[in-house]
């Protein structure tokens, strides 16, 4: 997995996306500040598969919308572009699209309430190392979420919100038309968690654009069908159906960046 952090690393740069930010200006949220979470209304928040514990759990959490409703958005930036990008103690991040966090409740949670005495969290196994979630932990009390949607990071450390052209930069089209872009806004949504273009992006699924673009050796027509209801064309496929998130012209919007991108291969 490979992120283009550095993509606004020059102001000379960051002009030229035209976004105006330079890295490490996005707005962000310090979750370790105090100020971040003061008179946040906390509540109990009830999970009946925790994917970490592998068990039902009861955490004290904070709405993620709370939160989120702390991060001032300047106008310049439009929220069906961003994502929201979480990242851990240890520099690990992860995305989710901003849009998304109106449609299902997470949650932040603090403090496991199983934890006895003076403690606010349990071990948990993660490999061969013990470690706990703590300073805080994103989850999602709603059964069957999908986790490349509503992703579970623990020992979260801050929130940052960013454009995905800018957070998946080698994946993002420099040009394209507006049918393009809407693609590539679509892809980063739903697809990227799994699938990278240019090596930016999840690899649960295979690379779609280097060395060969999908469209060289897959037929076009069969495209938007396969990203609709991929067991129609595969059994036994990893791929999930997309027939009841995404439409018909949505899916042709991807395959319409998919496309676009044999023009602009990076590797
Ligand atoms: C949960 C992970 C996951 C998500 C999300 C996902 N895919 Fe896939 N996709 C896969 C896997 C795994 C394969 C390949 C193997 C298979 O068919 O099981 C695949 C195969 C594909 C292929 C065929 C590639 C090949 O060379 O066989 C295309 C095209 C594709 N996905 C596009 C998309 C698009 C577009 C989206 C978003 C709408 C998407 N995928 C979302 C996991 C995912």
């Given amino acids: 997995m490979r992120y283009s952090a550095l ?14 930010f ?17 008179s946040l209304p906390s509540k109990t928040v009830k999970i009946d598969r925790d994917p970490v514990y592998k068990a039902s759990k009861e955490y004290q959490a904070y709405p993620l919308i709370d939160i989120l409703k702390k991060i001032r958005i300047p106008e310049s930036l439009n929220t069906d572009d961003l994502l929201i990008v979480f990242t851990a103690v240890d520099g690990y991040k ?10 299902e409740a997470g949650y932040v949670a603090f403090k496991d309430n199983a934890a006895a005495g003076h403690k606010s969290w349990l071990d948990f196994k993660f490999g061969k ?8 932990y994103l989850v999602w009390p709603k059964n069957g979420l999908d986790e490349w949607r509503y992703p579970w990071p623990f020992q979260l450390a801050s929130i940052t919100l960013q454009p995905a052209k800018i957070y998946f930069g080698d994946a993002a089209p420099s040009g394209g038309d507006k049918s393009v872009n809407n693609g590539f806004k679509l892809f980063s949504r739903y697809c990227i968690r799994c699938h990278s273009v240019n090596l930016s992006g999840g690899d649960v699924g295979p690379e779609l654009n280097v060395p060969k673009n999908i469209s060289e050796y897959f037929k ?7 990203i609709l209801n991929a067991t129609a064309y595969r059994a036994g496929t990893k791929m999930p159906a997309f027939d009841n998130l995404i439409s018909d012209d949505e899916a042709r919007a991807i395959v319409s960046y998919l496309m676009h991108m044999k023009l602009e291969k990076k590797n």
């Fill in 94 to 103: 992860v995305s989710m699209a901003y849009q998304d966090a109106y449609l």
């Fill in 220 to 226: 076009e027509e069969a495209l938007p069908g396969f």
């Fill in 129 to 136: 190392q013990t470690m706990t979630p703590a300073p805080f």
């Fill in 7 to 20: 993509f606004c690393g020059f102001s000379l740069s960051c002009f030229l996306t035209g976004t105006g």
């Fill in 22 to 38: 330079a890295e490490g200006q996005w707005p962000e949220l310090d979750l370790a500040n105090a100020d971040s979470t003061k």
